[in-house]
């Protein structure tokens, strides 16, 4: 015969294994409520329609830095505080400022619209942007919107090259 010891509940591993359940789909769900707070969602477009349109004009801009020949190389110097640009290619005349955007692949918020300053020797200066370590749109035009320049960039490297600069490589 065998005597069975009362324990209370509390010392059975059973009921702990029925609580365990449920409490890690609690706590999965505080999580989840938690990132759909904290990351706000990129919404679509109203116009997309109009947006679609003018997907032309941006390709007219990329063909006119084609027909140009045009090329940069962008590069960060060695403190990280200092974007620089080499613009080449068969230009009239260079612009007294170049327009870059820093898109975010995922979250339109962080996006970062740079203007650069002509310095000597063809070369474009502005302060370097704190970026996070992704892979960015970068798109690098004229002020006035003749041309345009696309590539990408992780932001752990130091220089990449758009254009014609690209292809040289």
């Known amino acids: 015969m065998t005597i069975l ?12 294994f029925l609580i365990l359940l449920p409490m890690t789909a609690v706590v999965a769900s505080m999580i989840t409520i938690w990132l759909a707070v904290k990351s706000a969602d990129g919404l679509v477009e109203d116009d ?28 960060i110097d060695g403190t990280g505080k200092i974007l620089t640009i080499k613009l080449t290619g068969k230009l009239a005349s260079r612009p007294e400022t170049l327009l870059l955007s820093l898109l975010h692949p995922t979250q339109a918020g962080h996006d970062q619209r740079i203007t650069l300053q002509k310095g ?50």
């Open 5 to 16: 010891k009362n324990q209370p509940w509390y010392r059975e591993p059973w009921p702990w």
């Open 48 to 75: 997309y329609y109009k947006q679609g349109i003018g997907i032309n004009k941006i390709l007219d801009r990329d063909q006119a830095a084609e027909n140009l020949h045009l090329g940069a190389n962008l590069a």
């Open 120 to 169: 000597s020797g063809g070369i474009y200066i502005a302060a370097s942007p704190s970026l996070s370590n992704v892979r960015w749109r970068v798109i690098l035009e004229a002020p006035q919107g003749g041309w345009r320049l696309a590539g990408q960039w992780l932001a752990g490297k130091h220089i990449i090259s758009l254009g014609e600069a690209e292809k040289s490589e």
